[in-house]
């Protein structure tokens, strides 16, 4: 390599000054140059410019006729980026040469680098001349080239900041009109795909709980799609360093970096090349991290880092605010559903008393469609027997603290519609401490009334029916104790004390049954029972009271039966107790008792043709204390426990217990047990 010494040529310099006046992009300032000097020069000209990316040198190659070449000098071996890296004039022979897109024909190439500027942005070049053998300016050229090369750098980034601000601008904006995980990620991902010119994006969201960075799938390309959700620890991977350590990470060549997890690679088969992950950080809190995968042309550069940057305040805020909206939403829908399944009457008002919000069970226990409600004045539309129910109303909304709660009974329409309740109340105030709605509950007390009055008709029945055998045990005692001289009276006399003796007994075993069923002290056996012999030992004696009364006593028994588990006394109370009932209530006609396997189960059946059970009565007889309006009108005694016991023992025993039945017609009661298997 030798210098040459350059002189200046006025009529060169006027014409790169024409030529380039208007021009501001650095490849067009590099084909102009050429084509000029070697027009003006007479020699073939070339003008070198490194890719900003450090990658290949782009070459333009100018005849004095015109013709024009852009080429590719990949300079595998360095030949341009010492000299280059210089400020002096260089020549390079055809070895040198050997493996560049210059013409072989050429014998050596002159070359001056552009000059280093104080702001560094014009990227590494050189004009030059193929053949050189008149004396040319050539480092005067690229000093001269460097300004207009300076300015249409300047002009490219001033370009690129305005677009990058266009972009932030408009992600920023479109970011505070979303609430949604989904839509802030086509928001933002769109935007950087196409701006960095990355393969993909993705978005990590910290899990505070687990102390992890976990990448939502809807937070991610369609590459992920079909892959489990990707977590990191904190620390793991280059996005897990950038959540632990709050900084922003650039990687070029990730799998030269040792903070790389290359798993999801491997599980996945996407493959990473490179990555900028910046953290999204609200308050000075991380809550993820944003990345950018796959440079697609060149390398990632501190450009594309302020854009991250940039975009991730705004997106770190968006995220947290459709956090905070999904969690209201949850919360929202929590109690929408807490509230409308109560099965408490709810309801609440603004401040002015108006219904704001109110459950299925308040609708029901008022008898007004919701429709009907919403937007009224409780006090005008809700009343009360016997209570100024308005004042209560008023009172909890202008009482600051709690309220005592209100027993009555409420009507909309009519006092006979009057529902007892228990109203429940309190106010809500606002931030500045003026109450701005309350809360209404309402307990229905009907049932417990119900109760309540079944209980006291138990009581009623239980005292009647133990002072009714009680008397007659006391009589006969009495008689007794005077001593009776006929000996058949008096053994008549024992008789009716030990019968009543007998009945006062099944009372008591019957009391104590049910303590221990409600104690649940009593289970399902798991030992085998035989239930033939059952059956024979239970309709013996019940088939003889039947005959007695003169009714029809009809039994279908298809044997051999099958054995069930279970507990033997209680299945034998279960029996009894459908069969008594249906002689006690069937005052002529037949009673029919039928037992059979029915695939894995064993089904009996207890028919009568008597009294029978209205509709209303079906759906309260199985309850504790019940008695059906006709038992009572017949006048046939009982507690109220015997069919709540038998449902009780049958569904312990894993079975089912049906009724059908018609006034005046009959009934028929079905028990299905599971029987044993083998």
Not at 137 to 153: D, G, N, S
Not at 265 to 286: K, M, N, R, Y
């Amino acid at each position: 390599m030798s210098i040459v010494v350059p002189t200046i040529s006025t009529t060169l310099f006027e014409q790169l000054t024409h030529d380039l006046a208007e021009i501001y992009d650095s490849h067009h300032v590099c084909m102009v140059a050429a084509q000029t000097l070697a027009r003006t020069t007479h020699h073939t000209a070339i003008v070198v410019l490194r890719s900003p990316y450090k990658e290949p040198y782009d070459l333009w190659c100018a005849e004095p006729d015109g013709t024009m070449e852009q080429l590719i000098w990949q300079d595998d071996s360095e030949v341009l980026a010492g000299p280059l890296a210089g400020n002096e004039i260089v020549r390079l022979d055809s070895a040198d040469l050997s493996s560049s897109p210059i013409p072989k024909t050429a014998a050596s190439v002159t070359l001056a680098p552009f000059n280093k500027t104080r702001y560094g942005s014009t990227p590494a070049g050189a004009v030059g001349l193929i053949d050189q053998r008149a004396t040319v300016p050539l480092t005067a050229i690229a000093h001269f080239l460097t300004i207009y090369l300076e300015r249409a750098v300047l002009r490219y980034r001033s370009t690129q900041q305005e677009i990058v601000f266009d972009v932030v601008n408009e992600i920023t904006l479109s970011l505070t009109s979303s609430l949604s995980l989904e839509e802030i990620f086509d928001e933002v991902s769109n935007p950087v795909r196409q701006i960095l010119n990355v393969e993909s994006v993705s978005i990590g969201l910290y899990d505070d709980t687990q102390n992890e960075l976990v990448f939502i799938k809807d937070l991610m390309e369609s590459f992920f799609q079909d892959y489990p959700a990707v977590r990191l620890k904190a620390g793991q991977g280059i996005a897990g360093w950038v959540l632990a350590n709050k900084e922003p990470l650039m990687i070029n060549d990730v799998y030269a970096d040792k903070r790389f997890f290359s798993d999801i690679d491997a599980a996945s088969g996407f493959v990473t090349h490179s990555i900028l992950a910046v953290p999204l950080l609200v308050e000075g809190e991380v809550i993820g991290v944003v990345e950018a995968i796959n440079k697609q042309v060149g390398r990632f550069d501190n450009s594309d880092l302020d854009l991250m940057r940039a975009i991730s305040s705004p997106l770190a805020i968006a995220l947290e605010n459709a956090g905070l909206h999904s969690e209201v939403l949850a919360e929202k829908r929590r109690i929408e559903t807490i509230f409308d399944n109560m099965s408490e009457g709810l309801l609440t008002t603004d401040a002015l008393g108006c219904i704001t919000t109110i459950n299925d069970s308040m609708s029901a226990l008022l008898q007004k469609e919701r429709a009907a409600l919403i937007g009224q004045p409780l006090q005008k539309i809700l009343q009360a027997r016997r209570v100024d129910i308005a004042v209560f109303i008023e009172r909890v909304l202008t009482t600051v603290g709690e309220t005592d709660g209100l027993a009555c009974d409420v009507y909309t329409d009519y006092p006979s519609d009057a529902v007892p309740v228990l109203i429940s109340a309190a106010n809500i105030k606002d931030a500045s401490g003026r109450i701005s709605e309350a809360i209404f509950v309402f307990s229905d007390l009907r049932e417990i009334r119900e109760v309540e009055r079944m209980r006291d008709d138990f009581f009623h029945n239980i005292v009647h029916e133990l002072r009714t055998p009680l008397a007659t045990i006391l009589l006969y005692a009495r008689l007794l104790r005077k001593g009776v001289k006929d000996p058949s009276k008096a053994e008549r006399f024992f008789d009716t004390i030990v019968d009543e003796s007998d009945r006062l007994q099944a009372m008591v075993r019957q009391m104590l049954s049910l303590a221990k069923m409600e104690a649940n002290e009593t289970q399902r056996s798991t030992n085998r029972m035989e239930t033939e012999p059952l059956f024979k030992e239970i309709i013996a004696p019940l088939q003889d009271a039947a005959t007695i009364k003169g009714l029809n006593f009809v039994t279908q028994i298809a044997t051999p039966l099958p054995d069930v588990f279970g507990d033997r006394d209680m299945l034998y109370s279960i029996f009894k107790n459908l069969i008594d009932n249906a002689i006690k209530f069937t005052p002529s006609g037949t009673v029919r008792v039928a037992a059979m396997r029915d695939d894995n189960m064993l089904h009996i059946e207890v028919q009568d043709e008597g009294i029978g059970i209205s509709a209303d009565g079906q759906k309260n007889l199985f309850r504790r204390f019940y008695r059906t309006k006709t038992a009572v009108e017949h006048g046939i005694a009982g507690t109220g426990l015997g069919l709540y016991m038998v449902k009780e023992g049958v569904e312990k025993h894993q079975g089912t217990l049906t009724v059908t039945s018609e006034l005046n017609k009959g009934t028929l009661f079905t028990v299905r047990l599971p029987i044993v298997d083998g």
